[in-house]
């Protein structure tokens, strides 16, 4: 019989590549959720509406559709919306977790769980620590961090005191055709997009470019989170990267060179974050050795097809 995954928050940037890694590489029966607002449309996924909030909702689903698998994606995603919004953050990524958990907890069978959290948990990484393993200290540095630090310590607890099959992940930047250009190099993809149409003057704004990140292409992080629903160990985190961070100025001079326009670089002060983060790289052994997985598509490749995608779009 075909396993049932339910993707919840699939309306989301990651939401409906996972959904067609499950439908075409992992033959499973999909469920997704989206907020009662939105439009979403995943050929072969069955859709319903989902508030996290509301865990009498969460219950009714899970008791409906019984799924084997579960990947709780929904969150308030935005490290600058956190600042800007910091209760609303917490409600969304930790009450929100919570309730999925207790509903999950309440179930007369055990599914697997699959709680996304962050790099950005590591927060405050000291060169010595890099690249850095799931066993590092924690020392989140922004609002968004601490909640997704505090979902994967709330997560571990209910693992083992209620014996429950609950996988964490720390996700390091993900980026690819689709995402939101809140998202620095989405951001930049855009922007090139619309100076190349003319309907910006020839000006990139930037924030940080001394920051280091540790990009992996959106494919290859679904591809990793399909693999530990499967393969993962109940009660342990992984780190889900590239394994190598890369320079924001590296990455923006490669988006510039895929263009044929004149452009020039300015420092836009909103978009300097009141606490940043030096540099954050993974260390991906643990998931490489419960899983076999390692990044396949390399950043350039990512890159072009994320300007043409904003090329097609502005
Ligand atoms: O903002 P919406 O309406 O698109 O919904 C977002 C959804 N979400 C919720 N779903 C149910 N109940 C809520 N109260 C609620 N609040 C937010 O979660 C959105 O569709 C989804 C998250 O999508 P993104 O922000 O695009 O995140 P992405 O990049 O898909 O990342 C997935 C996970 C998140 O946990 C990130 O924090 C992590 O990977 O990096």
């Known amino acids: 019989m075909k396993k049932r995954a339910l993707i919840i928050g699939a309306a989301g940037f990651v939401g409906s590549y996972l959904a067609k ?16 607002r939105k439009q979403l449309d995943i050929p072969g996924a069955k859709i319903y509406d989902l508030n996290i909030l509301n865990k009498e909702e969460i219950v009714k689903l899970l008791y409906e559709i019984r799924p084997g698998y579960i990947f709780h994606l929904a969150a308030q995603s935005s490290v600058s919306v956190a600042w800007r919004n910091p209760g609303l953050t917490v409600d969304i990524n930790v009450k929100g977790s919570v309730n999925l958990l207790d509903a999950v907890r309440e179930l007369y069978y055990k599914p697997t769980v699959l709680l996304i959290g962050s790099g950005e948990e590591y927060g405050h990484i000291r060169e010595d620590e890099v690249p850095i393993n799931e066993e590092n200290h924690l020392r989140p540095g922004n609002i968004y961090a601490a909640t997704k630090a505090c979902q994967n310590m709330i997560a571990s607890i209910y693992s083992q005191a209620y014996d429950m099959n609950l996988i964490m992940v720390r996700a390091f930047n993900h980026i690819g055709p689709g995402q939101s250009s809140i998202f620095v190099v989405s951001d930049f993809c855009k922007q090139v997009a619309e100076i190349e149409k003319g309907i910006k003057s020839p000006t990139i704004y930037v924030g940080n470019l001394a920051a280091k990140r540790d990009f992996t292409d959106v494919r290859d992080v679904v591809r990793a989170y399909a693999l530990l629903v499967q393969k993962g160990k109940a009660g ?31 420092t836009d002060a909103n978009k300097i974050r009141p606490v940043d983060v030096p540099i954050i790289e993974a260390d991906i052994t643990k998931l490489h050795d419960a899983t076999g997985w390692s990044p ?8 072009q097809e994320t300007l043409d995608y904003w090329r097609e779009r502005v």
Do not use: F
Not at 252 to 266: A, C, M, Y
Not at 296 to 303: C, E, K, L, S, Y
């Open 296 to 303: 396949g598509i390399p950043i350039a490749q990512t890159v």
């Open 21 to 36: 890694e499950l439908l075409t590489n992992h033959g499973m029966e999909v469920y997704v959720t989206k907020r009662s």
């Open 236 to 266: 342990e985190t992984y780190n889900v990267g590239s394994g190598h961070a890369h320079e924001i100025r590296e990455v923006l001079d490669l988006i510039i060179s895929l263009s044929k326009t004149e452009i020039k670089v300015e």
